[in-house]
Structures are given as C-alpha cells and as structure tokens.
C-alpha cells in the first residue's frame, strides 16, 4: 500500500494543498506515495460569493483536474479523527460507515457560521455560509412574490456588520425588487459595533456609508438580535422589528473536527500551527484554511479565515506535508501583504491595503476588480497537469490578494 496524504476538505486550502502536495511528489519523480481529498463532493464552492444570487452555479468541478494531477477523490462526510491510530473515519457515498488511514493528514475542513444561544436563531433565520443554506435563502426570496404586501415581508434584517453581513445587505435591495417589483423594501443591518462599519476600521468606512444610503441601507449600530420568532426579531432595546427574512452573519467558528486534534486552540477554535503549519504538538498533522491558527508575519498578524490566506496556506501546507514524507526541507509560510476588497451593490466596491485598510480603490473601479477577483481569480486552475502544478507552486508572489 502506499503511503498516502489525506486531505479532509475540497475548500480553497483543501484544493490547494493537493495540487501543492502533487507539485512536490512529481517533482520528486517517486511512484510510492499518493493523495487523497476526502469531501462530500468533487467540486470547490465559491463560498466568497455565496451572499449574491444564482447561487447554484457557484461551484467548480474538480474531477478531470484531480485525474490530470493524480489526485484521488473519495466522496464522503468526515466524522472523526484518530490521532493515535492515524485515521479517519467518514460516512461515504453510500451512507455506510467507513475508515482510512493516514500517514500524513491535512485538516482543510474549513469553517461554519457560529450559531449561538439567541432563541429561535435555529429556527427562523437564514445564512450565506454554505451553498445549501445559500439556495434555501435564495428560494425563500423568491417565495415573497406570493406573499400579500406587509412591512415584514418586505424587510430584510441583516445580523451582523462584518463583511459578510455588509456584502449581503448591500447586494439585498437589487435582490428584493427583482422579486417584488416597484414594493418599497427595507433592509436593516443589526450591528453591536457603535457605527456604521465599526468592525473594518475607518479606512473603507465612508464607502461603506456611501453605498448604504445609495442603497437605502439602514443600520441600527450599537445594539443586538436577542430573539427570532416567526414574525421578526427582537433586539436588546427592546423594539420588535417586523420581518420575513432574517439573515444570520455573525461570526463563524472552525470545524468540529478541530476537536479531534488535541492542540491549542484560538477563540474560533482554529488549531495552532507552526510556520510549517504543523498542528503544535502533532506529528503527523497539518491543519491549513479555516482550521489554523497561523502567523502571516513577524510582528503579530494572523490569517483570517478567508481564501485570500486559504489559497497560499494550502500551497504551502500540501507542500510541507509532501516534502515531510519525502525527507525534504519545508517553506516557511507568510503572507504580509492583506488587503481587502469589499463588495458594495450596484454602488461599487472598496479596495484596501494593509491591516489598517487604506482605501486604494473604490466605486466602480473597486467593483471591477472585485469582479475579477470573484469571477476569475478565485477558481482554479485548468485540468491541465503542467498548469495546475505550475500554479500550486509556494513560492508564487501574490500581487493582490483576495477576501
């Protein structure tokens, strides 16, 4: 049997870390190794682009370009992690409990919105964070239509004024009148931040002001949802607010399968890694994307749990786990430069650089950009082996990030 890198997750640090993980074995010329993606399907979803509409198309198939690189798919649910036994137990595609083992094990099981204990959350709210709960949102919308015209059908309450939450609101209100017509519709962003744009500094906050009252984009700032029932939502002032659609984007929260890795843990639950992106305190476990807790730079920043650090990390950590088999040296993972490019609705977009946000970019010309960034830049690459391996390469300079 060969010895195999198992990958769980076919996310942007998952695909990654394969085409980074053949990159190194076909250099080495070595027929004695192999690599495995365990996922419930052969596709990358386009999670970054969940908040627009269509969302079924968002997806790229990842088969002919696993079979171009060598890369083997195996179709299933992750359940839990053996450290000691160096395996992974899994659900399959038949439903039927199974195992595999491991000698070298990438964690690229990515992240999930946190749902915390606000009442009838579970229930009554809707989410962009996966491609299921995405279309659920999706069909939800367009369901309004045959809904007699009322103040709650017609609001959108957005919880959360971070990326998602702003991306979401301000894509909304072209989202309801392509639904509703000429009806007047209100959408709310609900944020504990004490203004408008308070999570993402004051570099991009004017764009964000701009956009939202262009957009007819209200924010209630420095308050919370404290309960969800059928109706609406309930906030800490206690005002009852009236809708049909509440939006959930509030935080998110590593994996649980991070809780099979004994490690230390960031308050999202990401596993500590070295500049290796070894899980500290594990031999033979990587942990790359959302799953890491990883230095990008020498003075104190952290990736943030999006592709624009999953992208490098999984080339970076396919690598290190390849090169770990093989007896090689591994890369040294950083990534100083972070910037950031906000989608705004029909307003435009903001381009920012540095982890204090200078706006470089904004209007129409951030929206370009952000549209090549979402529609091209994000993707992988052709099923060709000698591009896809060329562009796993560690070492590749990113000129301009990705959010």
Known sequence: ?????????????????????????????????????????????????????????????????????????????????????????????????????????????????????????????????????????????????????????????????????????????????????????????????????????????????????????????????????AGGVTLDNGEYIASKTVIWTVGVQASPLTAHVAGERDPFGRLKVDDHLKVVGQAHIYATGDTAWAAVDDVGNHALMTCQHAIPMGRHCGNNAMADLLGEQPVIYRQPKYVTCLDLGDWGAAFSEGWERELKLQGQEGKALKRNINGVWIYPPVADRAVALAAADPAIAIAIAIV
């Open 1 to 229: 049997m060969k010895t195999n890198i198992l990958i769980i997750g076919a996310g942007f640090a998952g695909v990654w870390s394969a085409l980074s993980a053949a990159r190194l074995l076909d250099r080495a010329k070595r027929d004695d190794l192999s690599i495995s993606v365990l996922a419930p399907q052969p596709e990358l979803r386009i999670r970054p682009r969940f908040y627009e509409a269509d969302v079924h198309g968002m997806k790229a198939p990842l088969g002919e370009l696993f079979d171009a690189v060598g890369v083997q798919f195996i179709e299933g649910h992750a359940q839990g992690i053996d450290a000691q036994g160096r395996s992974v137990s899994f659900t399959g595609a038949n439903g039927q409990p199974q195992q595999i083992a491991y000698d070298r094990l990438i964690l690229a099981a990515g992240s999930q919105v946190a749902r915390p204990a606000v009442p009838g959350l579970g229930e009554h709210t809707f989410d962009v964070d996966q491609m299921e709960s995405a279309m659920h949102l999706e069909q939800h919308l367009a369901s309004l239509a045959a809904l007699p015209a009322s103040p709650a059908r017609n609001t959108v309450v957005v919880c959360g004024g971070g990326f998602t939450g702003i991306e979401t609101a301000t894509e909304m209100p072209a989202r309801l009148r392509a639904v509703l017509g000429d009806a007047t519709v209100r959408v709310l962003v609900v944020d504990r931040g004490a203004k408008v744009g308070a999570a993402l500094g004051a570099g991009i906050t004017p764009s964000i002001v701009a956009a939202c009252e262009q957009a007819g984009v209200e924010w209630l700032a420095g308050t919370s949802v404290v309960a969800v029932d």
